[in-house]
């Protein structure tokens, strides 16, 4: 596993910007995907997007466009750019991380990560 630390959360207003990021110690090359998820209260954990070492970016429909994911590899850090923030974006914001090089296509089921950060709070509102 690696430790993972987001950063960058806060209060915006609906229309807004917010950039989050996920900054892992102990990190390994062995840790090829990152992928940022989201919960609102009383519902289930959302995957949003995921990086990979090999170049993949994946988005869920509810934010494409809108969302953009880039990370360093060298440094294994991974930013998550929110622009256009709805007041549905309201959440709590996780990034976590499992041992491979590819997203695939259950990049967003969270049961397949064995590495979380602790979250930061995104709250849209006038």
């Known amino acids: 596993q690696v430790q993972l630390v987001e950063s960058g959360g806060g209060l915006v207003q609906p229309g807004g910007s917010l950039r989050l990021s996920c900054a892992s110690s102990?990190?390994?090359?062995?840790?090829?995907?990152i992928a940022w998820f989201r919960q609102a209260p009383g519902k289930l954990r959302e995957g949003i997007s995921c990086?990979?070492?090999?170049?993949?970016?994946f988005y869920a429909e509810s934010v494409k466009g809108r969302f953009t994911i880039s990370g360093d590899n060298a440094k294994g850090t991974t930013s998550l750019q929110m622009d256009g923030l709805k007041p549905a974006d309201t959440a709590g914001y996780y990034c976590?991380?499992?041992?491979?090089?590819?997203?695939?296509?259950?990049?967003?089921?969270?049961?397949?990560?064995?590495?979380w950060g602790q979250g930061t709070q995104v709250t849209v509102s006038s």
């Open positions: 976590a991380a499992r041992p491979r090089a590819w997203c695939g296509s259950d990049w967003d089921d969270p049961s397949v990560y064995d590495s």
């Open positions: 990086f990979s070492t090999s170049g993949g970016r």
């Open positions: 102990g990190f390994t090359s062995n840790y090829g995907v």
